[in-house]
């Protein structure tokens, strides 16, 4: 019996550890064939460290695992979890389609995996998915729905840039802190929003958008920041001044 044979029947061992290092041996001597049995064992798997093992020998062979990953979306619900955090290691486009409708499931711990994984794939399809969910939810979601706009990067920056300027001022809040994470130089078109945010909004909104303007390579930064800077908001006026001194610091 070869030692690839041996790592597949120790996979349904009933001790964890024997299982762990049977998917070890799984992930380093596997090849594509060994790829619908390890999305079967891994959707099957009840420890969380055999669970984390088996993703990483799943994702070993992306492009072979990638159909059954799919199809265990809709024929393992229990498992959809551990799906979608294998499907946001292999960051297909391809699987874009087939994730979307989870970013709206029930269960929240769902859909903010789903979340991650769309916004791991760096896809513009994926912007309208994550858009709609600013300002809802509870910390936890809030912070993983920024963190997932932060992967997707560039192509979720047009739809941030548009939630600056509306009613809701949670949504402006968690747009805001969502461009802060993007960053230069994906965040660059959002530079003249900002600043009517910086300069305009109320205060918690407005250090939001500082830190995130701040940190922008963009022609309108440093005339807002003097403007604050020289305003008659005294707490504006010395977090400007403190970025302004920052940004020559590392200029320097």
Known sequence: MTTLEQ??????????????RAAVHLGTLGDDAQSAELVALLVAEPDFFVRETLTWAVCRHPQAALPHLLAALDDAPGARVQVLHALSKIQSPDAVPQILPFATDDDPAVAMKAWWAL????????????????????????????????????????????????????????AARALVLVGDPAARPAAAALVAVAEGDDREIAMVALEALAALDAPEVEPALERLRDGEDRFRSLTAQWLLADRAERRG
């Open 7 to 20: 790592a597949r029947r120790a996979a349904y061992d009933l001790d964890p550890t024997i299982r762990q």
């Open 119 to 174: 916004g791991r794939t760096g896809t513009p399809e994926a912007a309208p998915a994550l858009l709609p969910h600013l300002g809802h939810g509870d910390e936890e979601q809030q912070r993983e729905l920024s963190r997932a706009l932060e992967q997707l990067g560039a192509p979720g920056v047009a739809g941030l840039t548009d939630a600056l300027s509306t009613t809701d001022p949670e949504v402006r809040l968690h």
